[in-house]
């Protein structure tokens, strides 16, 4: 069988999806029962990631990853490619192709919150995720929650929307470095993220706790704009919250070692990937208490309401200070990390692909 896949999201420097749709094409490459399938990668330039040349073919199609990039240039290469069935990881997929399609649709912000999005991106992407949805033969998304919210919202035919949690990337650090109270959080900003009131939170702990740090990663995607850099010099926090807009693995990893909090204030995930990776690396998290971060967390976190900075600033000091705290959070992380598994994930969305194939 020969499966063609959308592999933009690998170029550059990757981020959720990008990171997703590696994660499962190392199961692809190694896993014993795919041998039979070839794999053909569509992207704007070469990729990285060390596949087997002779199953994983790239096509290099010169141009810009959006739009007319997705839905005219690619269709025309993968016309001659003749393929038996396609997979799209990023909540849209090429309208115009011959072959059947499997779509992930991770989460549906911008159909639920318009307001996060400016006028033309969150109309095209509204736009091309419904006609994505009506037309592929399945859809994948990652948690309950985002299930429920594409068949309230696309009105997609229940039985074919599938839930394959993805697996969790498990990050080798050393903890012996983790005797400072410094916080991590790791993501994209995003408005709906709330970095402004970690950032206040952690100024107001600042107050009693002088050695209180705070580690920020992640590009400013903010929409309206989040002036963050203005924030930290005007609560006096230079030299003690470090904004790192990109960081490579291993500097990841080293982060990742000397964090004794992890923090992630979102009111919207499809799953949120961030905090069961620091429960991976040994570093109990506070976030919002939303329904998404219950499913993907249970027992495994520290919730406080959204909006609530004095509650907020108390979980911090809680998780970084009350050891009972911070070992009752641990013990609950191997059974949420059970949930989240790489082998099972590309096992699963394999078989879903290989089923709209024969359809």
Known sequence: MRIGIDACELAGHATGVGRYLGGLLREWS???????????LYATESLAAPFNSQRFRCRIIAGSPRTWWQQVRLPNVAARDHLDVFFAPAYTAPLRLDAPFVLTIHDLSYVVHPEWFRLREGGSRRWLTRKAADRARAVITVSQFSRREILEHLRVRDDRVHVIPQGIDRLAVSSQTRADPRVLYVGSIFNRRHVPDLIH???ALARDRADVSLDIVGDNRTFPHQDLDRMITNLQLDGRVHWHHYVTADRLRE?????????FLSEYEGLGMTPLEALGAGIPPVVFDTAVARESCGDAALYVPMGDRATLVRA???????????????????ATLAKYSWPRAGRETLAVIEAAARE
């Open 30 to 40: 190694t896993g014993a029962s795919e041998p039979q399938h070839e794999f053909v």
């Open 201 to 203: 939170a952690v100024a």
């Open 255 to 263: 982060l990742y070692g000397r964090a004794r909090a992890f923090a």
């Open 316 to 334: 911090l000091d809680r998780i970084l200070f009350d050891e009972d705290t911070r070992a009752g959070i641990l013990a609950a992380a191997p």
